[in-house]
Nanobody, 119 residues
Framework: QVQVAESGGGWVQAGGSLRLSCAAS?????IGWFRQAPGKEREFVAT????????EYAGSVKGRFTISRDNAENVVLLQMDSLKPEDAATYYC???????????????WGQGTQVTVSP
């Protein structure tokens, strides 16, 4: 059974950094990060192809967040720098055979990890 699981959330002051990890049980998945704040819909953050050669970012995080993967360890990292209060949300890792920017293209989801950013 294919599984993905997030870790690494926490609290940080605005301007600080956090790194999230997504552990996947398969190397054949594109991995995407999404986030959902209270009262809002889940939104795309970043995605990386199964090879690691292609990435895509939401405009709101481009230049501040970096997605990467270590296929030897089956781990995808989301390095988040220059965090803003509006980045606070529950962050979800999705795994999809053909996943890209739309949440509906992902087949497997983790439970989420909370990111809190104080002003």
């Amino acid at each position: 059974q294919v599984q993905v699981a997030e870790s690494g959330g926490g609290w940080v002051q605005a301007g600080g950094s956090l790194r999230l990890s997504c552990a996947a049980s398969s190397r054949s998945l594109n991995i995407g990060w999404f986030r959902q704040a209270p009262g809002k819909e889940r939104e795309f953050v970043a995605t990386i192809s199964k090879s690691g050669r292609a990435t895509e970012y939401a405009g709101s995080v481009k230049g501040r967040f970096t997605i990467s993967r270590d296929n030897a360890e089956n781990v995808v990292l989301l390095q988040m720098d220059s965090l803003k209060p509006e980045d606070a949300a529950t962050y979800y890792c999705g795994g999809g055979w053909n996943g890209w920017v739309r949440a509906g293209t992902y087949d497997f989801w983790g439970q989420g990890t909370q990111v809190t950013v104080s002003p």
